[in-house]
Each structure stands twice: as structure tokens, then as C-alpha cells.
């Protein structure tokens, strides 16, 4: 059997499967229960947050046979036929591909007739804001009145080109992009099951440079799984994505609170050597820096059973409040200036050295009614004419 890729195979095929989104899942599954379906549902949203999976679950749980508290049984023949795309009553529209008036005329023709072997006929239009302003305008008298049979479930990931006439026809759901806790928690689970090592810190890479999306971390995990020959190691992740090992950070603040420039310039020539993306390394240190200001203002947040616990603490207490902040900015303006420099090895030196000329100027606390001597602007008659 041909193998199949992550995202395809743990695709979740009941509400139950899915990760966060539990605002959506929540009203969704209690309109079911309750028998208060509208007719037309808009999911919008990033790239690889569920927008197509709870539209075809949904379809599955409108046409189901055994269905069970909003939920679909996943057994009976509408079930089946839908997972395996095979259900003559849903009709999945890539709006990309089919933008016309023509495609969508075809569609509003056979919406009339009744469903052949399901209970509703359900029309998922994917990335519904590429379809043409006449194409929208033909569909707003059905979407508005739709026969009792016919249900549509739109999905987009830009809302903001969906005509008003359209959205206000629609009830709609925003999915939100996971967290890091998220989509590690659910790479973890889905490594346990394919019998698969891992190293949890790479699982957290993965989270990270997923940005929010499920299916991009699938993809992410399939790629470190053939760089590891089956096993996802912290080492091939952060070559696989070209991020640097944390101990580059830790020493590089340290050798620019202690002023070191040699040491500075030779940890930023051990990066290059090792190929990191000096665009990567820049949000992780931003990133460092954000945790670093954390502890400091609440010493609370810290974890004691963080692996670099020792490692942060020590950093936190050399380091001042201000030049956390002041290395902070760096940091960020050197990441938005890398695309301007000759190179990225140039650009993130240059923000590096830029750390290393600014000092940050705290001023000292006096009493709120006291008087701070030297800060008067000159007279003007009091200079000299040239």
C-alpha cells in the first residue's frame, strides 16, 4: 500500500478529533443536537487550522444515520462514502480553480432537486473569495432562500473579499490559529501511535515553525522523519529548519553584556559555519530576550523544572532591565532590516554590533516633587551671536 503523508492519515474524522477550535465545535455540535441548522456556515481562518475538516465533519454529521449528540457514528454508509469521497449528495467546490458564473450556475440548478441518498445536499466551497462578482451575485437569492434540503459551508482564508451581501446570509465561525502547546501536544500523540521516537524540545521546534497551523506541522514532522530515518531528534530539527542551538544565544548575551567584541564576532562566525538562518535566529532571540524580561518583571512565571532554567536565571541577573529592552528592539529592527542588507550574515553582524555600541541610559529615581539640575534648555539670548 502507497504510503500516505501525516496530515492526509490523522486528519480528524469526528468532532471529538479535532484540536482546539472548541468555540466552533461547541456551537456546532449543540445547533445538531438541539435541530437549529441555518443554512449556510462561513469558516474563515489561516491555512491548516480545520477550515475544510469541520466542513466535511459537518457534512458527515448532517447526513449521518446513527448520529449521537452532534457527533457522526463514522460506520454507516453516508459516513463511509464521505470520508472516502464517494457521497453523491456532497460537493466539494475548489473556488480557486471554478470562479465563474457558468460553475456556479451549475450548482444553483442542481440544488433544487431533491438528495439521492442523504438526508441534505452539502456544498463546501473552498476558498469562496475567489469566486467573481458575478458569480457572488448569482448565489445571493439561494443563499438567502435556500430549499429545506440544501446546506452550503463556506470556507476562506480572506473574509475581508467576501462581498457584505454574502457574509450577512452566512453564520460565521473565525478559527483561530493553535498554540505551540497545541500542535506539540498533538505531534506527540500522533508519534506515540506511528511507534516513532522523538525528543520533546524538537516536537516544540516543529510547534513553532508550524506558526499556528496543524497541517504545516504534519508536513514539518513527515520531512524530520525522513531526515532522521525514522526517529525526530532537536539536533536534525534545527538543521532541518535552520534554527541555532540556544547556547549560541546564551553565550552571545553574554559576551555583549561583558563587552567582548572578539568573542561576539567569533560566536557570530561559528553560526555562519553551521549554515543557521540568521532571519531564524533573530526571532529566537528576540523570543530569549521576551523570557529574559518575564523572569525579571515576574519572577513567578519562571519554571524550575525548565531545562534552562539555571542558564536563564544566571542571563536574567546579568543583564539590567533596560538592556533586555534595548537588545529586545535591536533585535526586532534587525529582523525587519535583514532583506535590505548585502547579506544575512552582514545584516545580523551589523545588529549584533549595533548591541554592542548602545548602552541603555536609565535615569536615576528621585522624589516626585525634587528638582533634577542640568536639564534646562540654554537661553536663546544667552548665546553667543555668530
Request: charged share 20%; net charge negative; hydrophobic share 45%.
Amino acid at each position: 500500500m502507497a504510503y500516505q503523508v501525516l496530515a492526509r492519515k490523522w486528519r480528524p474524522r469526528r468532532f471529538a478529533d479535532l484540536v482546539g477550535q472548541t468555540h466552533v465545535i461547541g456551537a456546532l455540535v449543540n445547533a445538531l443536537k438541539q435541530g437549529r441548522l441555518h443554512h449556510a456556515y462561513l469558516l474563515t481562518g489561516t491555512r491548516g487550522v480545520g477550515k475544510t475538516t469541520i466542513a466535511r465533519i459537518l457534512a458527515k454529521s448532517l447526513n449521518c444515520e446513527q448520529v449521537s449528540d452532534g457527533e457522526p457514528c463514522g460506520q454507516c454508509s453516508a459516513c463511509t462514502q464521505i470520508d472516502s469521497g464517494r457521497f453523491v449528495d456532497l460537493l466539494e467546490i475548489d473556488a480557486a480553480s471554478n470562479t465563474g458564473i457558468d460553475n456556479i450556475r451549475d450548482v444553483l440548478e442542481n440544488a433544487q432537486y431533491a438528495p439521492t441518498a442523504g438526508k441534505y445536499k452539502v456544498y463546501i466551497i473552498d476558498e469562496v473569495h475567489m469566486l467573481s462578482k458575478s458569480a457572488f451575485n448569482a448565489m445571493l437569492k439561494t443563499l438567502e432562500e435556500p430549499p429545506e434540503h440544501v446546506k452550503f459551508i463556506l470556507a476562506t482564508t480572506d473574509p475581508h473579499k467576501v462581498p457584505v451581501t454574502v457574509l450577512s446570509r452566512c453564520l460565521q465561525f473565525v478559527l483561530r490559529n493553535l498554540t505551540i502547546e497545541q500542535v506539540s501536544g498533538h505531534l506527540r500523540h500522533v508519534l506515540q501511535q506511528e511507534n516513532i521516537a522523538f525528543e520533546d524540545k524538537a516536537l516544540h521546534l516543529l510547534g513553532r515553525a508550524a506558526a499556528g497551523s496543524m497541517r504545516d506541522a504534519l508536513s514539518l514532522l513527515d520531512q524530520s522523519i525522513a531526515l532522521g530515518s525514522g526517529n525526530v531528534s532537536e539536533e536534525n530539527v534545527r538543521q532541518m529548519l535552520g534554527v541555532v542551538d540556544r547556547q549560541y544565544l546564551f553565550d552571545l548575551l553574554h559576551a555583549v553584556a561583558a563587552q567582548d567584541s572578539v568573542a561576539v564576532w567569533q560566536g557570530v562566525r561559528e553560526m555562519a559555519a553551521r549554515s543557521v538562518g540568521f532571519d531564524t535566529v533573530l526571532a529566537e532571540l528576540a523570543v530569549l530576550l521576551q523570557e529574559l524580561a518575564l523572569i525579571q518583571a515576574v519572577p513567578a512565571a519562571s519554571d524550575d523544572n525548565h531545562p534552562e532554567h539555571a542558564a536563564l536565571s544566571a542571563l536574567a541577573r546579568q543583564l539590567s532591565a533596560e538592556e533586555i529592552q534595548l537588545y529586545y528592539q535591536c533585535a526586532l529592527r534587525g529582523k525587519q532590516d535583514l532583506p535590505l542588507a548585502p547579506d544575512e550574515y552582514s545584516g545580523f553582524l551589523m545588529t549584533v554590533l549595533r548591541m554592542l555600541s548602545f548602552a541603555p541610559l536609565a535615569a536615576q529615581t528621585h522624589p516626585a516633587d525634587s528638582r533634577i539640575d542640568g536639564t534646562e534648555l540654554a537661553d536663546p539670548k544667552a548665546l553667543p551671536l555668530s
